[in-house]
């Protein structure tokens, strides 16, 4: 076409028309995104690390968590991750920390803890101030712990000052199904979210054996047995199963209805699903099989049974589904099902291959978890089951990160994991140790030695050095 048929056809005035497609050209009409429910909720993590500075650790003896332990040995950390471990390294313009005569493992992590809603003092002076269970029925999956904890209890500050640096803040065991966990950093906030790990795995509540048929079977309610505790877990997760089927079925076909959201039935859906990680609190060995058998019926898995003072009676509970045993190192006697705990439980266990850790379920024990598994190793080496420190760190560590479902992020000194570190006076494992000076994500949280890094709750404004003021 010439230039002047094209400026006919086209005038320079003129407007473009729009593309009307032809009707074999209509893009087809999306359907409507189906939002399955099952995990929404909660508040997300705001948690930001502290200020913090490279740093350069020399001449300590380390225990990676990893089973390892390096003498007179440095480690780097950079933009809160560890870097490197190893003799004569150069931590280039990083702040050096002396740490020859002193030892250096990672940040302690506790599973089981109910700091924030088992407030000390006040629960023991006030039982109405505790906010551990919901306790108007056996099934309360539809609630979350997050939504209790007073972040201002003590109890927080006294575990960093133990070394620990991540705790799981579960529901107590009075409900069959208690709710769902949450996981945290022990460093002061005024809001759970601040302290919140970011992007930890969630953790499901769940208990067997004398709790719940004592306290719901006094008023009359059920379960008044445990054939009426599995009563109750086969026919809620007999509901769950249905309700997820309804809700696969709407996400292939999101024109209609949706079925009628129900809270509870989420959290078991989920539990199916295999988004939250189930934590069983279970004394006796058989009521352990009990669960296990349950979880097969229905498919979903059980990360750990929490106190197992029996586990030491059937090892393959634990080693055959990969199942960690979350254990004291010593309580036992306080009730019928806890009569056979022996102190050699954890060493028994461990010596057959299960993941051991210790926990707290404490706010007192929870300042002593490198204690806990001091007794605890002691009892396996008088019965001949001697482990080196560098393996009993793992019940402290890897494992009950592991639990947590943080074992790439936490619980080890190794290249790319957070700088999560505690650094000791001597030899963690002695009662007369210290935690010095504890980092996480590479920032100094707490520092036995300088006041700036001595953090105080509101509970304990107004204390001295010499006592309350």
Request: include cysteine; proline fraction near 7%.
């Amino acid at each position: 076409m010439s230039l002047i048929a094209l400026s006919l056809a086209c005038p320079a005035d003129a407007k473009p028309r729009p593309h009307r497609p032809a009707p074999h050209d209509k893009a087809p009409i999306a359907k409507p995104a189906a939002v399955i429910p099952f995990m929404l909720g909660g508040n997300p993590s705001t948690y930001k690390p502290l200020p913090r500075q490279d740093l350069l650790i020399t001449h300590a003896t380390v225990l990676d968590g990893a089973g390892h332990r390096f003498d007179d040995a440095d480690v780097v950390s950079r933009d809160g991750k560890i870097v490197a471990i190893g003799p004569h390294l150069d931590g280039g313009n990083a702040r050096v920390i002396d740490a020859k005569g002193r030892w250096v493992t990672p940040g302690l992590i506790d599973p089981h803890s109910h700091n924030g809603t088992y407030s000390m003092p006040l629960t023991s002076i006030d039982n109405e101030s505790g906010d551990v269970s919901e306790m108007s029925g056996p099934i309360a999956a539809d609630t979350w712990i997050e939504h209790a904890i007073n972040t201002q209890d003590a109890s927080f500050i006294y575990a960093l000052q133990g070394g620990v640096t991540t705790l799981q803040v579960l529901p107590g065991s009075t409900p069959q199904i208690g709710g769902r966990a949450v996981t945290l950093h022990t460093i002061p906030a005024t809001t759970v979210a601040a302290m919140k790990f970011p992007n930890a795995p969630q953790g499901l509540k769940m208990s067997c054996g004398e709790n719940a048929k004592g306290y719901f079977g006094g008023k009359g309610q059920k379960p008044t047995s445990r054939q009426g505790e599995m009563a109750n877990f086969r026919d809620v997760f007999s509901q769950a199963v249905a309700y997820r089927g309804m809700w696969e079925h709407y996400q292939k076909d999101p024109h209609g209805p949706p079925p009628t959201r129900d809270l509870k039935l989420d959290t078991l859906a989920a539990t199916l699903d295999g988004d939250l990680r189930v934590q069983v609190h279970c004394y006796r060995a058989d009521d352990m099989a009990e669960i296990q058998a349950l979880a097969t019926e229905f498919g979903f898995k059980i990360t750990a049974f929490h106190h197992a003072v029996e586990g030491y009676k059937n090892p393959e509970l634990f080693t055959k589904t990969d199942t960690c045993a979350v254990v004291w190192s010593d309580w036992w006697g306080f009730k019928m099902e806890a009569n056979d705990g022996i102190r050699e439980n954890a060493a028994l266990l461990d010596a057959a291959g299960a993941c051991v850790t210790m926990h707290s379920d404490s706010p007192v024990i929870g300042q002593w978890l490198n204690i806990e598994a001091a007794k605890a190793a002691g009892a396996g080496r008088h019965m001949g089951l001697a482990e080196p420190p560098e393996h009993i760190i793992k019940w402290i560590t890897s494992n009950p990160a592991k639990v947590l479902g943080l074992e790439d992020r936490i619980g080890t000194l190794a290249p790319g994991y957070n700088a999560d570190i505690v650094i000791w006076s001597g030899d963690p494992f002695s009662i007369y140790t210290k935690a010095d000076t504890v980092l996480i994500d590479g920032a100094i949280a707490y520092d036995r030695y300088d006041p700036a890094y001595q953090p105080l709750s509101d509970f304990q404004l107004g204390r001295k050095a010499g006592g309350v003021q």
